[in-house]
């Protein structure tokens, strides 16, 4: 199972998720279903609704980027250590994902703005699974991984 510790930080996302916990648990329940990994194993990470102001603050301190971004993603461990870590702990903390909400606030339909919301957060949840897309054949595997996650989520 997935638990996700959602903070708003940007109030306008009320307007296309009221209830972030809610629209989560739905989803959430869909993947576990579908995907064995979960199913055996109690996972969590904390999203970060927010705004331009607050991702831009952490890309030029993190990355040191000073530019707003779409989505941040912080994994708690490498790879390596992560998958060590699914052999022998019941429990895994992930780690943390923000998502900006001017990046995809431009769909103005609700349907559309949801599906690149879900688009992001795969993505980033992806990243905290030690994925990473520098190579071609790293962004096929992980282009593969995203589609058959946010197939399970519908």
Not at 6 to 11: A, G, I, N, R, S
Not at 29 to 45: E, G, M, P, T, W
Not at 66 to 75: A, G, M, N, R, V
Request: proline share 3%.
């Amino acid at each position: 199972m997935i638990k996700i510790n959602v903070l708003v930080e940007d109030k306008n996302w009320k307007k296309f998720l009221p209830r972030p916990e809610l629209y989560f648990n739905k989803k959430i329940k869909n993947v576990a279903k579908k995907i064995s990994l979960f199913k055996k194993k109690d996972f969590s990470f904390t999203l970060l609704l927010s705004g331009d102001k607050e991702i831009k603050k952490l890309n030029k301190k993190f990355r040191k980027k000073d530019s707003t971004t779409d989505i941040l993603s912080f994994p708690f461990y490498e790879k390596k250590l992560l998958l060590k870590l699914i052999k022998n702990s019941p429990n895994i903390y992930l780690g943390d994902i923000i998502i900006n909400y001017n990046k995809i606030e431009k769909q103005k339909k609700k349907r559309v703005f949801l599906l690149n919301f879900e688009k992001l957060w795969v993505h980033g949840l992806l990243h905290l699974f030690g994925h990473k897309h520098k190579s071609d054949k790293d962004y096929l595997i992980m282009q593969k991984l995203e589609n058959k996650i946010l197939k399970a989520i519908k």
